[in-house]
């Protein structure tokens, strides 16, 4: 069983950063693939970034192209997920999750681990 849990959201104004962290319990972190998650109220739950267990590879929904970027500290079993530019509509709990290597990272589905959630609020 992994254990995520998040640290770093908050309240920031519009066009403001933030940086979200991750930390694993697992000592076999670097093997899984790790997602950022996203749930604003009312909505469904979206995909934002994940990244490969190499770090070589990365995925951005389009809505975070060029303002929001994932890396991973495997020595440290943790992921992170820094923030820019940020505007009202990135207002949700952002949620990290562990999938099994090979997964396809874009899709909720693959995820076997989840983290509580941390919430970002962004004011306008």
């Known amino acids: 069983q992994v254990q995520l849990v998040e640290s770093g959201g908050g309240l920031v104004q519009a066009g403001g950063s933030l940086r979200l962290s991750c930390a694993a319990s697992?000592?076999?972190?670097?093997?899984?693939?790790m997602g950022w998650f996203r749930q604003a109220p009312g909505k469904e739950r979206e995909f934002v970034l994940a990244i490969r267990w190499s770090g070589g590879t990365t995925y951005y929904a389009d809505s975070v192209k060029g303002r929001f970027t994932i890396s991973r500290d495997n020595a440290k079993n943790t992921v992170y997920l820094q923030m820019n530019s940020l505007k009202p509509e990135d207002t949700a709990v952002y949620y990290c999750?562990?999938?099994?290597?090979?997964?396809?990272?874009?899709?909720?589905?693959?995820?076997?681990?989840w983290g509580q959630g941390t919430q970002v609020t962004v004011s306008s």
């Open positions: 999750a562990a999938a099994l290597y090979g997964s396809r990272l874009t899709d909720g589905s693959k995820y076997v681990y």
């Open positions: 697992e000592r076999a972190f670097n093997s899984y693939g």
